[in-house]
């Protein structure tokens, strides 16, 4: 026998033998919620391996009602797929429905589980949420970052303006610039910035290490893998988990070691970390500011990409829409100004619109998944201490009785005096995990789209061939949902002269 296979053979015994004692040892609990069979040993593993995972899960409410289980190894998952079923278990029962499952793959191989998204309950997470809650989580603060985030999005018009082509680069560069900005006080370059590719580089190995179901890493179901050697196939992660640390390590340290410098030459903007830093802060507060920091670059950047992206989509799809709202801002703001956040109240229709576009399109359509800190009866059915809970916030955007003709674009459903119900009380989340960032997602989300409409007409671009193509909303397999990209054409209302001034305008 080569060692090899030696080898393989000996991994392949390894991996039974987990799943095994897995198996084995999964405790007698009481009934689980009900749900799909599973297989003997691997559970519903399978169930959750393709596609858009959420579409299942909401499939299998279908038959097996409004929360279900399933198993993978010895960890019970419960999808919990309608909004009462939601407050019901993470508003009431918050105190033991709030803590994030260890993964072992991105927690603690590539070290980010102090990472406020993946914090664990306890005094890290309290003090972690509340410094981000005290300088982002009130309308009083979000408005001193509003010059900030208006000269942002005069920066993304230009960059559109210039190569419209590069509308999803430019959503993503834009995201991400308005995070750094406000985050640390910096100011992206407008094409290959350094920090920028940093933060690029950590996500992409965050969102491969936490794929959903068979697409991410055994470990995570199977922790005992970690302990076998490196020289075992199939033990790679371990030697991606200490590359990935490193990009998660850089991705913190180079901007705020920017804020840092900008305070000693007394040139720091107003930022989330510079007010912080400013403070004084003990070494170990300081070590939990560089990781609130760097989860707000995590979680915010690509999830209000997707969300422009998906609005840039939408309007080529919807052009009734798309001219309406265009006309209530020229009503307005008239053709001599961009619109300012001043303008928000009197654009009720433009609102409106984002409501459904939050609704449409779930940036993040199965939350971060929770987890249970006790045994708990829900409904007379057991959900044990250590389960992994997923709220379907997909399932929920899309529940006719919520929202009548679900899969059906509408922003009229917002309007009059019947409007159905807000769909951030629940896009961002439900209860004390929910998104701290979601006032300054929605304050960019508004200034950017606002500042589109002002400036470009947005229709369905061409292929290869010259042929016009209708793109559709195709959403992605991952935790952040990406829509399939799709050719648009991007042009500009008015005469290059009026452009310019128009864009150019407060700078
Ligand atoms: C359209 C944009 C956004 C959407 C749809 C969104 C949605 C969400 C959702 C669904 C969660 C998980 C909630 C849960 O587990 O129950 C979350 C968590 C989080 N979001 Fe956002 N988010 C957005 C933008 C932002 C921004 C701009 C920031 C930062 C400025 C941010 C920071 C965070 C953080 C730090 C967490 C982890 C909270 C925790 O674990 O306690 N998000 N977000």
Redesign the pocket.
Known sequence: MTSTSTSSTLLATFVGAAVLYAWLTRRAHGKLPPGPPGLPIIGNMLDMAHGRVWENFARMGETYGPVISLTIGATPIIVINTFEQAKQI?DAKGAIYSS?PSLFMSGELMGWKKS??F?ESGKD?IQT?RM?HQE?GSMSQIRTFYPQEEDQARRFLGLVAEKPDRIVDHCFRHAGAI?LRITYGYTAKDYDDEVITAVNKAMHTLVVATHPGLRGFLVDQFPILASLPEWVPGTHFKRLGREWAALYENMLDLPLNYTRQCLKDGTAENSFSAKWLRRGLPKDEEELLRHAAG??EA??AE??AV?LHAFYLLMAIHPDVLKRAQAEVDEVCGHDRLPTYADREHLPYLQAVLKEL?RFH???PL??P?TTTQDDIHDGYCIPKGSMIF?N?WAMARDSEMYPNPHKFDPDRFLGNTPNRDPYDF?????R??????L??DA??FITSAMTLATFNIKPGKNASGERVVPCLEPGPDMVCLPKHFPLEITPRFSQEQMDVLIRGAH
């Open positions: 993470f994030r406020c998204g914090l997470l949420r981000i982002l995070i989860s707000l979680a915010g999830t209000t969300a939050a779930l940036s993040v939350a971060i929770h709220s916030l896009v961002f989340g439900i209860g995990r929910r998104c701290p960032g979601r300054l997602a960019s989300v």
